[in-house]
């Protein structure tokens, strides 16, 4: 029997995918080492605003972390669902945050040519999801109830 590995290969993806993410944050703060300011006052105009941004963020991160545990501890098939339905959610995340990065002025390409990565990383992440997915589908015979270990 063929052995796809879909857990490594997603929970790589999801690890590849969170670093990118970070060193995005991080290209945005780098000015601040050249002695170039990076704070809008106009975005985040209240403490309560930054508030919600920071929650956001916290649930924007913590969401693949807990996917990448789960994914390691179990094969059933809703989890495998909502999974690739959370991958589906984050990839739209993605273009649309590649597409207010391709508004905003002046355009940092650095940060277009990151985000786009990570929007390829996320169409991975997708199809990757659909073929674990789909497995469960082929390798479980009807009569019998999902195994408990993965071989």
Do not use: C
Not at 25 to 30: A, E, K, N
Not at 68 to 97: C, D, E, K, P
Not at 106 to 135: C, D, E, K, R, Y
């Amino acid at each position: 029997m063929i052995s796809h590995h879909y857990e490594t290969k997603i929970i790589t993806l999801w690890s590849t995918f969170l670093l990118g993410t970070l060193f995005h944050t991080q290209l945005g703060l780098m000015p601040l080492f050249h002695g170039i300011g990076v704070a809008r006052a106009d975005v985040h105009d209240t403490a309560a605003n930054v508030a919600i941004v920071l929650w956001l963020m916290l649930a924007f991160f913590t969401l693949p972390m807990v996917a990448m545990i789960a994914t390691t501890f179990t094969q059933s098939r809703r989890y495998r669902t909502i999974h690739l339905g959370m991958t589906v959610v984050y990839s739209v995340m993605n273009l649309l945050h590649l597409i207010a990065d391709l508004v905003v002025t002046p355009i940092v390409w650095s940060q277009i040519t990151l985000m786009t990565i990570l929007f390829v990383i996320g169409l991975l992440l997708n199809l990757v999801a659909f073929q674990w997915l789909q497995s469960g589908k082929q390798s479980r015979s009807p009569h019998l109830p999902e195994p408990l270990t993965h071989s």
